[in-house]
């Protein structure tokens, strides 16, 4: 399953062009009222939208052997988030996903994060890291009232499963290549627990899936298969 486009609201369209286009030093094109962000393979639609104090949630894929180079690139200039119980900025993935993580914030307060998964076997990539070695958005949260119904309706209308480890508050739903993460609203992100999920504008398509439709997790999400 892989994740071809998310669109989410920011409260200011001018700054979060100039976080993604010129702290990031990602391609964005824009105009008065929208801006798409080109990573990899997937795109990042912005459009203009209230403040909230809830958060996104979107994981970028970058190569395992670009990985400290990442964090190293990242760290120039944006500030890392830290463990609030070991000060640690990277972060092993849960059980089963041999996988390395570091998290930052975006212009409104989303928890981003570039992920590494060591199985994900992506073209030699050349040393060091820029902009360009990201892949692909690799996660987006999706915050719902029921994680478990969820899953298992997505499950049931698109095939996809679980990625597991899971519990009534969260579930990843799809696999390595794309992750649907399905947490119950008001769940606290990692990794300092300091901002919450919530029912938050946001549209995402899916690809590599056999069945095309289209399901709507919450009033505010929709979710695209094509």
């Known amino acids: 399953m892989r994740i071809s486009a998310v669109e989410h609201h920011v409260s200011d369209l001018a700054a979060a062009v100039v976080f ?3 702290l990031l030093g990602l391609p964005v ?12 393979s997937s795109e990042l639609w912005l459009t203009e939208g209230p403040a909230t104090a809830a958060a996104h949630h979107l994981a970028f894929d970058v190569p395992a052997r670009n990985f400290d180079a990442a964090v190293s690139w990242l760290a120039e200039r944006v500030p890392l988030l830290r463990s609030a119980d070991t ?6 993935g849960p059980a089963g996903w041999n996988s390395r993580s570091v998290y930052f914030l975006g212009p409104d307060g989303e928890v981003l994060e570039l992920i590494a998964r060591r199985r994900m076997r992506h073209l030699p990539a050349s040393e060091g890291f820029g902009p360009d070695h990201i892949v692909s958005i690799s996660e987006v949260a999706v915050a719902v009232d029921d994680v478990s119904a969820t899953a298992a ?3 049931r209308r698109f095939g996809v499963t679980s990625f597991g480890p899971s519990s009534a508050n969260f579930d990843p739903v799809g696999d390595e290549t794309g992750l649907l993460i399905l947490v119950r609203t008001g ?3 990692v990794p300092d627990g300091m901002r919450h999920s919530g029912p938050l504008p946001l549209a995402v398509w899916l690809r590599d899936l056999g069945t095309p439709g289209e399901f709507r997790p919450s009033d505010t999400c929709t979710v695209i298969v094509g």
């Open 87 to 92: 000060g640690e900025h990277e972060f092993e």
């Open 153 to 155: 309706e997505l499950e």
């Open 20 to 22: 993604y286009r010129d």
């Open 29 to 40: 094109s824009h105009g008065d009222a929208s801006a798409r962000v080109t990573l990899g």
């Open 187 to 189: 769940r606290v992100w």
